[in-house]
């Protein structure tokens, strides 16, 4: 989600010693009376980890009253037995959170919570709304007042419930705030939203973020991917459609509400969903990320050959991408990087040095392994550029004899402004070098990139829409200059 403090900033909190973008926020919701709603909340935001780490939180209700707890840091490191046996109820949301701009404070982490009404409503929020100052001016509220767009609509919805004294709620209150609210906001937003007695999701007109719906023995869960709904012990029903909101209360069955105009709806998944953010294990379009990443690199081998001693991915997200190229390939696969799976966040390093320390940290070199080897080494993606070289200049100093860098998605040239943290676009390596320049600033011997219609190729998802901005730089929606010309050297296109 966005901060916003007045005119919006875009500083770069991308980590120098990695060179994937950042994805915003996991959500997470179930409604399930007699469960142990929070534990199964833990568990699910648990499987979300890898979509933030900066904060989590959830909020709780025993169908009266509305517990938040919410803290920085990991998810085991803010909630413990303890806590999760004060949190009693039968109707629960959670949140972890990675900010893509602006501050990473206690007060925007999430559920946000607003106090209309007789219980209130909390907001969990993935994305990153595109229209956050207009909406924050239409609604007269002063630069500095709201911490994020998520803080945002939360207060828009807590303005459109009726004044206290003014007759007896129907308690679809947030419901009907919601149909008045959701047709104003522009850009990515899957919301899990809950009141004392409801759990909603939305999604927006475009599904930019993905949400699914899910079954538990005595209700409903709603969840950013399938592995959250896995391990609890819920079953898949089916993805929340692009535009769609989904009520789920003591009724039998969720209830499909659709408040958005049928012309703006048009489904652009982000493709970086299959290439990078989610986890290799999740389903998305009806497809498992996992096969469709080790087709990618199938594809990638088809259409840059090379010959070598040795396929290897750098861990964790180049390796089915790696596996792939090897089987079409016919070239051995082997490991030549052991990642350190025990490091954490790490600073930003104001030195080369440092940062080289940095990389080392993470990743070790294989020495035999590598050793007088023709390596063909295979990443997801690269946005900067930074850890590649530094990982490039171990393998050379392990012994390989060449390195040959093949990437399973296309150059990266565009920030995005749906919800993924990837800095200006002056700090995008792709976006002023050529694919010669790159080679020679990585220092491989040779370098490919999939083509866009391989990577749609290997979705095998025919019809699909996705959203490939940061790859083309075609904009599924407008893109205020406002907001704009805070990462872009050129006008953004719209499509």
């Not at 973020?209 to 709603?222: E, H």
């Not at 609890?232 to 769609?244: L, M, N, Q, S």
């Not at 550029?385 to 171990?394: A, L, S």
């Not at 676009?425 to 320049?437: D, F, G, H, K, P």
Request: aromatic letters at 8%.
């Amino acid at each position: 989600m966005g901060f916003v403090t007045g005119a919006p900033d875009f500083p770069s909190r991308a980590d120098d010693e990695d060179d994937h973008p950042k994805e915003a926020c996991g959500v997470f919701g179930i409604y399930a009376p007699g469960l142990p709603v929070a534990h199964l909340t833990f568990d699910g935001l648990y499987a979300l980890q890898h979509r933030g780490q900066e904060s989590a939180g959830m909020a709780v209700s025993d169908g009266e009253t509305i517990t938040i707890d919410k803290d920085m840091g990991l998810v085991s490191n803010v909630f413990n037995d303890y806590k999760l046996a004060a949190l009693p109820g039968h109707l629960a949301i959670g949140h972890t959170r990675y900010s893509t701009t602006g501050s990473s404070t206690w007060r925007n982490a999430q559920p946000v919570y607003r106090k209309p009404g007789e219980s209130g409503f909390a907001l969990g929020h993935n994305g990153n709304l595109t229209n956050t100052p207009e909406l924050a001016e239409l609604a007269g509220m002063l630069p500095g007042t709201v911490a994020s767009d998520s803080d945002l609509v939360a207060e828009l919805l807590a303005a459109e419930f009726p004044p206290e004294g003014e007759g007896r709620s129907d308690g679809r209150d947030l419901e009907a705030a919601l149909v008045k609210v959701l047709p104003q906001l522009e850009g990515a937003f899957s919301f899990v939203l809950m009141d004392a007695g409801h759990l909603i999701g939305v999604r927006d007109p475009n599904g930019f973020r993905p949400l699914c719906l899910g079954k538990i023995d005595t209700g409903w869960v709603l969840a950013s991917e399938t592995p959250a709904l896995d391990v609890i012990g819920a079953h898949f029903v089916r993805e929340v459609e692009p535009g769609e909101m989904i009520v789920i209360d003591a009724s039998s069955a969720p209830r499909s509400v659709h408040p958005f105009p049928p012309a703006r709806v048009e489904p652009k998944l982000c493709i970086f969903e299959f290439v990078y953010f989610a986890r290799p294990d999740s389903r998305l379009y009806g497809k498992e990320v996992h096969g469709a990443r080790r087709r990618m690199g199938e594809l990638l081998a088809d259409q840059a050959p090379v010959d070598g001693d040795m396929v290897m991915g750098v861990p964790d997200s180049g390796v089915p991408a790696a596996e792939g190229y090897a089987k079409r390939s016919g070239i051995p696969y082997g490991q030549g990087l052991v990642k350190n799976r025990y490091i954490g966040r790490t600073f930003i390093a104001p030195t080369q040095d440092m940062r080289s320390r940095g990389v080392r940290r993470k990743l070790n070199p294989l020495r035999e392994n590598i050793a007088g080897k023709r390596l063909i080494v295979v990443d997801d993606s690269i946005v900067r550029g930074t850890t590649t070289r530094q990982m490039v200049r171990m393998l050379r100093d392990a012994g390989a004899s060449e390195v040959h860098l093949r990437v399973s998605s296309p150059p990266y040239k565009w920030p995005c402004f749906y919800g993924i943290d990837t800095g200006s676009r002056s700090e995008l390596l792709a976006a002023s070098l050529t694919v010669s320049e790159i080679q020679e600033y990585l220092g491989v011997d040779s370098i490919a990139y999939l083509t866009i219609e391989n990577l749609e190729a290997a979705i095998e998802a025919p019809g699909a829409g996705f959203c490939s901005a940061c790859l083309t730089g075609k904009y599924p929606t407008e893109v205020s200059v406002e907001l704009s010309k805070h990462v872009l050297e050129d006008s953004p296109q719209h499509v």
